[in-house]
C-alpha cells in the first residue's frame, strides 16, 4: 500500500474514480458506487475529502459496523500521509510503542530491515485478516454458502444476529457448489415481467370472453386484486419471511430461513437475489388461484388472479427499484428510505415495500428519526 496526500486524494473526485479518507486510510469507493444503499449522488458528494466527521456525525447518519469493515476489507488503498516512520524503517519496531494500532507485543508481524512496501503490506494484511476472522465464524461470503449451512452448529441467537449484519461484497456469491443448481438459486429483475405480465393478459383475456362479464366487473375485480395483493405482501413479509420469534432453534430450522429471506438481509445489494424466483411464486401463487376460483364465478375469478398477479410484479419491480436505482422523487423516494431503514435501521418493522398502507394499519409503521 502506499502513501498519499490530501491533494492526491482531492483529484478523485468523480464518478470514474471516487476516493475518500477517513481517520487517515484512503479508500477507492469507485466500484461501490452504484450499490450504495443511499444512492451514488451521496458518496460522490463527498468524493476526494475526507468523511472522517460524516461518518461520525449521528445527526447525519449512523452507519453499521459492516460498512467500516467494508471499506478496509475490499477498498482500502493506502494511509493518509501516514508513511511508515524512519524507525520502523529501520528495523526498530521494538522500541516504537505503537504503530497503527501493532504494539511492541506485535513486532514479530514486522521483521527486521522490512522495506516500506513489505511494511505497508504486514500492516495491510495484519487488519484484513483481523476482519477475515471475525465474518468466517458465520460465512464465508468466498465459497459456496449452502453446504455452509447446512453444517452449521450456530444458535438461532447467533444466527439471527448474524445474518441481520448487512453484508457488501463486490463479487458473486454462489448459494450451491453446483453450477446448474446454483442458476437456479438466482434471478434477473426483467425475468419476473417477461414470465408474469403475459399470465396478467391472459387471466384479464379469460375475464373479458366470459359469460356475464363487463368491462367495469373486469376493473373494479382487477382493482381489488391489486389491492389483496399488498395485504398478502405485507402479510407474508411479516409472518413468513421474517418469522423470527417462531423458528426453531434448529440447523435445518435456519437454512430454510436463510434460504427464504435471510440471504437478502445479510447481502440486501445483490442483484440476482432481489425478486422472486419463478418457482417460489408459482408454490406461493397456486393457492391464490384455487380460492379464487373456488370462492368467485369465473370471470371474477379470472380478474382477480389478474389483479393479485400485477400487483406482484409491480412489488417485486418496485423492490428492485428502490434497491438498485436513483429513483424519482414522488412516492419512491420515501420509499427507498424506508426501506433501507428496515434492511440497515430496524427489521423487525416496516415491513411495506410498495406502500405504508398496511404498516399504518397494523401499527408496524418504522419512524426514522435520522
Known amino acids: 500500500m502506499a502513501c498519499f496526500t490530501e491533494a492526491q486524494v482531492r483529484e478523485h473526485n468523480n464518478s470514474s474514480s471516487c476516493w475518500i479518507s477517513y481517520k487517515g486510510r484512503v479508500y477507492d469507493i469507485t466500484d461501490f458506487l452504484q450499490d450504495h444503499p443511499g444512492g451514488l449522488d451521496i458518496l460522490l458528494g463527498f468524493a476526494g475529502t475526507d468523511v472522517t466527521h460524516v461518518l461520525g456525525d ?27 516512520t524512519p524507525e520502523l524503517l529501520s528495523g526498530s519496531v521494538s522500541s516504537s510503542p505503537s504503530v497503527n494500532g501493532l504494539s511492541d507485543q506485535d513486532d514479530d508481524l514486522t521483521p527486521l530491515n522490512t522495506t516500506k512496501k513489505d511494511t505497508d503490506r504486514i500492516l495491510c494484511d495484519h487488519v484484513s485478516n483481523a476482519t477475515d476472522n471475525n465474518h468466517e465464524k458465520f460465512l464465508d461470503l468466498r465459497k459456496p454458502l449452502f453446504p455452509q449451512l447446512w453444517n452449521a452448529t450456530w444458535s438461532k441467537a447467533f444466527y439471527l444476529e448474524q445474518v441481520h449484519r448487512p453484508r457488501f461484497v463486490p463479487y458473486y456469491v454462489p448459494y450451491f457448489s453446483n453450477s446448474w443448481m446454483d442458476v437456479l438459486s438466482r434471478t434477473t429483475w426483467y425475468t419476473v415481467p417477461m414470465i408474469w405480465i403475459p399470465f396478467v393478459c391472459y387471466q384479464l383475456w379469460k375475464s373479458f370472453h366470459t359469460q356475464d ?5 373486469t376493473f373494479n375485480t382487477f382493482c381489488s386484486g391489486v389491492l389483496a395483493w399488498t395485504l398478502l405482501e405485507y402479510a407474508l413479509h411479516r409472518f413468513l419471511f421474517h418469522l423470527d420469534d417462531w423458528l426453531p432453534d434448529r440447523p435445518l430450522a435456519l437454512l430454510f430461513h436463510f434460504t427464504l429471506h435471510g440471504i437478502h438481509h445479510h447481502m440486501p445489494m445483490d442483484r440476482l437475489r432481489l425478486v422472486m424466483p419463478p418457482a417460489l411464486t408459482t408454490v406461493i401463487g397456486y393457492p391464490v388461484i384455487m380460492l379464487a376460483h373456488y370462492l368467485l364465478q369465473k370471470a371474477v375469478a379470472h380478474a382477480f388472479i389478474a389483479g393479485a398477479f400485477f400487483g406482484y410484479v409491480c412489488y417485486d419491480m418496485t423492490h428492485y427499484y428502490i434497491h438498485h436505482a436513483q429513483v424519482i422523487r414522488v412516492h419512491f423516494h420515501e420509499m427507498k428510505r424506508y426501506h433501507l431503514a428496515h434492511h440497515y435501521k430496524n427489521y423487525q418493522s416496516g415491513y411495506g415495500i410498495t406502500s405504508k398502507l398496511w404498516d399504518y394499519v397494523f401499527d408496524t409503521v418504522l419512524v426514522i428519526t435520522k
Not at 213 to 217: I, K, L, P, Q, R
Request: aromatic content about 12%; some cysteine.
Open 213 to 217: 362479464s363487463s368491462m367495469a366487473m
Open 58 to 84: 449521528e445527526n447525519l447518519h449512523i452507519h453499521s459496523d459492516a460498512a467500516y469493515e467494508l471499506l478496509d476489507e475490499y477498498y482500502y488503498v493506502g494511509d493518509l500521509e501516514a508513511c511508515p
